[in-house]
């Protein structure tokens, strides 16, 4: 039986997730709250492209399963009108429009059309669970047929995180959900950093509410929520990684960023690679980097071209990611607690400059 197939044979529902960032981590979220309840299959890793979701299907989804998830990715025009016709996804989540994965698009708004394909192409049992606070989804012109979930922070949507708290390693969200007299507040906690990951985490607390499960019925069962992001330390010597090494968009570049930039200490280290799949993106970049350089101005830039252009351009002090030898030193030079941020895309292979940290400085 090849994909096509199997996807015509599987007759329950399917959970689709896509958006500009965060598509892998809510997935994962969502996961985590259904498989203790249902059976339930997911997208290995981010395998969410043409190729990638009849992959998965073939070697990892089962036909008696409850519900499928599959995280949809596009890298270029007509790609979401083919993959929707191929999974015809029953719930849709969407985490945001932005900005990433451009390359192969002649302007943005083609990309964002693109994007927004994922709602306009659908049938009227379709529902919706959006990112409410997202200025695209937001306005969007849904069809009175079309039922959508709010989530985000602002007082309109459905799903509302009243609160939210950044402590150590983790992120702590208060959940609002009700209505009239029936309105109850709920605690979730995610191993992870940044507003972004709360509104992932409510997109799906949505769909879980959506197919019927109390959010007490959940609080019972699930206490953390990891998220892609990693943190990695070495108490003893007082080293710690912030590893993003993955990510290519701006959005959650900046919520990373903000985050970073809250930590009380003197001595951070910014690692930076461009996302090469931003087109056009010196702007974007630029900006990135003025953020960077308000929080230190131990800036490295790593392998790249869009960076050495501004720092170039722009007499910026920044170092050239060229000697391991000297960053070891740097980040030994003082007595103070050391934290190191990475953030870039894939295709610099900035892993790499992660894994090294985290061998050279036994960080756990």
Known sequence: ?????????????????????????????IYDILHIFFKIDKTHENSNSEKGIPYCINKYFQLDSDYWIIEIGISCPGEMTRLLSFVNPQIRVITNIGIAHTENFEVEEDYVKEKLKFISE?????????????PILSTYSYTPEQKVIRCGFSLHNDIIITDFQEKDDVSILYIQLGSNNDIREYRFTINGLGKHNAINLALAIGVATH?????????????????????YKNVETQVFLYDHSYNCSPTSIMSNLEYFDSIESTHKILILSDMREIQNSLQIHKEILMK??????????????????????NSYDCKLFSDLEKLKREIYCVNNPCYIFIQGSNVSNLKEVARFIINEFELL
């Not at 996807?7 to 896509?18: A, C, D, E, G, L």
């Open 1 to 29: 039986m090849d994909a096509l197939e199997k996807r015509k044979s599987y007759t329950n529902p399917i959970i689709s997730v896509t958006g500009t960032c965060g598509k892998t981590t809510t997935c994962k979220f």
């Open 122 to 134: 659908s049938t009227s049992d379709t529902v919706f669970i959006i990112n409410g606070d997202d």
């Open 211 to 231: 197919v019927g499960l109390s959010l007490d019925d959940i609080l019972t069962k699930h206490n953390l929520y990891p998220c892609r992001g990693k943190i």
């Open 292 to 313: 960077c350089m308000e929080i230190t101005k131990n800036i490295y830039i790593y392998s790249t071209n869009v960076y050495r252009t501004i720092v170039k351009t």
